[in-house]
């Protein structure tokens, strides 16, 4: 069986309060640049590029060879066009594939790092050293190209748990890298990927020993810095039987007039009675209000449940980038298996999103759950594309999905794109979709309250995607609800 | 506190509000009836603010500022509440929720500080027990499924939390039973002070047994054609409205 439907709001014309105009416009608060010094490889990617690439880190032959490999397969194929997005077409030639800041990385000592990256840190809200004292989140950040520092590495180490940039792990536990390197989401699985393949450069790593229970959040931060660079980061994340993980990734990018491209690879495995719970908040530059610049964020994330009993949660608020072609994936191999995809994605001015997922059911009794919260205003398109599928002999397989789409304004879309293809009549699946609008009914009974405007947005936006950002760690929830509201200044009206 | 001066108000170029007159003083209570599309609603929304209409003649003063002039949530600060006739839902926030960002934006309004996390919760269940009011539809999503009887009660229990100078009921007594009529009049009763004045729109005398009314004033086809003591009440309980129709188009043929 397999079902495509297109759920099209028809354009119904809401008229807010006049006074709703007045709100002020938001900006993207995470513009700023660092003037850090960077050692870069020149524009444009041929063999020579990733020979440069591999000879910086140091990386063992095997490892040039897989790249090399990656980039052949590469330039036999085509860019996908089936997104609901629309793009001049990318010049790869015209980026940089290699940015490093220029500085001695220490990775034990903090007190090594250049004070301007720091300060940038500062600026994220993630001072390490606040985050180390405070929180208990171990943080691993990559700036453009490179990972700049991991917390908590040796507290983490003290349980077997290995927590590193994935530059580190392939030179110190190359066995496990490559067991599990390519292993979820094949070199060639995309444009895309074999892209990255080609010419990643940092990323990170985490390794959950047998029946250890992650004691802390782990977290990543991206941060696209220098001009003209695309950030191609890759992660592996391996849970070895009855290990428990929780990790999060941040990402922030300067204002640049240019559209920058991100392409990044995410792997999980969970081996039996394995739980990894992923959560992103991404918050790449989305471009201006009139649609200039921006990152365009094509990435292709997966996880294996490999094990019985396994589970991998995927959470992610998506409030950045001009572009985002992303659909976070859960193979159900093991039997009893559960995937989960909680998703916001908001969009905005000019703002494109092609997002959703894959469960893909193979063991027997897998369950998976979808819920997908998209948001749209301005002139921006918000889309929704989810694929559910039962193989032969996965057995009650089970899947549920809740799409809903809310509205601002008469200018943006919501679209939905569920396909279901089931070969096991025992499975039971369920979809259901909304669309709804802020009501100016609502608004004036905040008003009313005492509540203005931006505020009672806020509210309803949060009440509406309150669901997924349960899902969120505490840590990371306050900013991801604040992160909301930012987005969506100067929306309504 | 209240004085509305020869009020005219549009909808989509249709005059709903055709010269409105009234004042009210602190500690009064005024009722408001009359039959179904008389404008009653509109005046309501016309004083909180509601951006649909169109203020075409006459003037309202506050407490001595000019209403009109000023944005729905600032009156909300100034003191103004309205229990709406048909309270709107909001998925995914909580009652509690909402009930706090309201007390706390009145508050930054009127320069306080915010109510803490304790403080809050301890207003809530002074409230809470003043109007009998249930725990469990205080965690549900705002409205979100409450029968009509709950929104009213909800909406009175909002009241309570913001203690408004000038409440105004619009029909909150349609949608209760008998023993919650007495609860929410009773609460009104008990936040009553010289202070504050409340104006109760209503359909039925019933109500008024409980909030006893200073002024009742019947409004017709947008203008208050109308105003007694709590007697007129009876009288239009007893006769309908067809005596004060006849009234008026007598007059108008004159
Ligand atoms: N958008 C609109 N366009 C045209 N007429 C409108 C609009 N909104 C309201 N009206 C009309 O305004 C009139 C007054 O409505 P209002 O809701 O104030 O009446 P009411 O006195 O509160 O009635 P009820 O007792 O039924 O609640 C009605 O005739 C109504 O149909
Ligand atoms: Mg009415």
């Known amino acids: ?493 | 506190m209240l004085s509305i001066q020869n009020l005219h108000a549009n909808i989509d170029g249709k005059e709903i509000l055709r010269g409105i007159n009234l004042d009210v003083k602190p500690g009064e209570i005024h009722a408001i009836m009359g039959p179904n599309g008389a404008g009653k609603s509109t005046l309501a929304s016309v004083l909180a603010g509601r951006a649909d209409y169109e203020v075409t003649e006459g003037s309202v003063t506050f407490w001595g500022k000019d209403l009109l002039a000023l944005a729905p949530e600032e009156r909300a600060g100034e003191g103004l509440f309205l229990s709406f006739q048909y309270p709107v839902e909001i998925p995914g926030l909580s009652t509690t929720n909402f009930i706090k960002s309201a007390v706390n934006e009145v508050r930054k309004y009127r320069g306080q500080d915010a109510l803490d996390a304790v403080s809050f919760l301890k207003l809530m269940k002074e409230k809470m027990a003043l109007m009998n009011m249930d725990q469990v539809l205080l965690s549900r999503s705002l409205n979100e499924g409450f029968s009509g009887g709950e929104k009213k009660r909800n909406e009175i229990f909002q009241m309570a939390m913001l203690e408004p100078k000038l409440a105004i009921l619009d029909e909150t007594d349609s949608g209760l039973d008998i023993d919650a009529i007495r609860i929410v009049a009773n609460g009104v009763n008990k936040l009553r002070n010289s202070e504050n004045a409340v104006l109760a729109i209503t359909h039925y005398q019933r109500l008024l047994d409980y909030i006893v009314p200073d002024f009742v004033h019947v409004l017709y086809q947008g203008r208050i054609v109308k105003s007694g003591t709590k007697e007129l009440a009876y009288e239009l309980e007893e006769k309908g409205y067809d005596f004060i129709k006849n009234e008026i188009n007598i007059e108008e043929q004159v």
């Open chain 1, 1 to 493: 069986m397999k079902t495509e439907l297109e759920i099209n709001p028809t354009n119904t014309q809401i008229e807010l309060d006049p006074s709703l105009e007045e709100v002020v416009s938001g900006e993207y608060k995470y513009g700023f640049t660092t003037n850090i010094e960077a050692d870069e490889a020149p524009k444009g990617l041929n063999e020579n590029i990733i020979r440069f690439i591999s000879a910086k880190k140091n990386e063992p032959e095997w490892m040039l060879e897989w790249r090399l490999k990656a980039y052949q397969q590469w330039l036999k194929m085509k860019e996908p066009n089936w997104g609901n997005l629309q793009y001049p077409p990318i010049d790869f030639q015209d980026i940089i594939y290699y940015s490093a800041p220029k500085q001695k990385i220490t990775i034990d000592s903090l007190d090594d790092i250049d004070p301007e990256l720091k300060r940038t840190f500062d600026k994220l809200g993630i001072s390490l050293d606040e985050q180390k004292r405070l929180s208990g989140v171990a943080v691993d950040a990559v700036i453009d190209s490179v990972s700049i520092a991991t917390t908590f590495k040796k507290e983490l180490a003290e349980q077997g748990i290995i927590f590193c940039s994935i530059s580190e792990a392939i030179q110190e536990h190359p066995e496990l890298v490559r067991q599990y390197l390519s292993s979820v989401v094949p070199v060639t699985d995309n444009y895309f990927t074999a892209l990255n393949s080609a010419v990643f450069t940092d990323g990170s790593f985490c390794y959950i020993p047998k029946g250890v229970r992650c004691p802390m959040e782990l977290s990543t931060y991206f941060r696209i810095n220098a001009e003209n660079t695309g950030q191609f980061e890759r992660t592996l994340i391996v849970a070895e039987a009855g290990s428990y993980v929780s990790y999060l990734e941040g990402c922030t990018a300067p204002i640049r007039d240019e559209n920058q491209l991100h392409a990044a690879v995410v792997e999980i495995v969970a081996l039996d009675d394995a739980e990894v719970k992923y959560s992103t908040v991404q918050n790449w530059y989305p471009g201006d209000k009139d649609g200039k610049g921006g990152i365009y964020n094509f990435v292709t994330k997966r996880g294996i449940c490999k094990g019985n009993n396994s589970k991998i949660s995927w959470t992610q608020v998506e409030t950045g980038s001009a572009i985002t072609w992303k659909y976070p994936s859960v193979i159900l191999k093991g039997d009893n298996s559960v995937g989960e995809f909680y998703s916001v994605a908001v969009t905005n001015n000019y703002q494109q999103a092609d997002t959703g997922t894959k469960m893909m059911h193979i063991g027997k009794n897998t369950k998976s759950r979808i819920v997908s919260k998209g948001i749209s205003a301005g002139f921006s398109q918000n889309s929704y594309r989810g694929l559910v599928q039962v193989a032969k002999q996965a057995s009650n397989a089970r899947n549920f999905s809740q799409c809903d789409s809310m509205l601002l304004g008469d200018k943006c879309g919501a679209h939905t794109f569920p396909y279901i293809e089931v070969k096991n009549s025992t499975a039971q699946v369920e979809h259901e979709a909304t669309t709804s609008k802020i009501g100016e009914d609502q608004l004036f009974y905040c008003n009313q309250r005492g509540i203005d405007t931006e505020t009672a947005v806020a509210l309803i936006i949060n009440g509406f995607a309150k669901e997924v950002m349960n899902q969120l760690p505490m840590e990371f929830a306050v900013e991801a609800q604040k992160l909301l509201a930012i987005s969506l200044e100067g929306s309504v009206g």
